[in-house]
């Protein structure tokens, strides 16, 4: 079971993490739950997690979608890309993110 700072952490990086990888290329949500776990089993992220936080990145302008129709398939998949709202937000978080990690790493290493 996770323990309750786990979750605490997760909520407060994800759509950070879901930023940068948006900002290498558009994919759509079952890729980037895969790209997330390649990285590390650290997120384990669910659908019922991923998508409210797209949708808020959506509304806040962050990110973009639109509908493709897969080649193979005849399920239409939904894309996401970064928007350069969300560039500059990533850029800004990330920096923020850097400067607490150093600071809380330096903490408790002491």
Do not use: C, H
């Given at each position: ?30 890729q ?15 659908e ?14 962050m ?46 290493k002491?």
């Amino acid at each position: 079971m996770e323990s309750k700072y786990a979750k605490q952490f997760k909520k407060g990086i994800l759509e950070i993490i879901i930023l940068k990888l948006l900002s290498k290329k558009e994919m759509y949500g079952y890729q980037i739950v895969s790209e997330m776990e390649e990285r590390g089993n650290v997120f384990n992220l669910r659908e019922g997690t991923l998508y409210p936080i797209l949708y808020r990145l959506e509304d806040d302008g962050m990110i973009e979608s639109r509908w493709e129709q897969s080649a193979s398939r005849n399920v239409p998949r939904k894309y996401y890309a970064i928007t350069p709202s969300g560039k500059d937000l990533l850029k800004e978080a990330t920096e923020q993110w850097l400067e607490f990690a150093y600071t809380v790493e330096k903490v408790l290493k002491d």
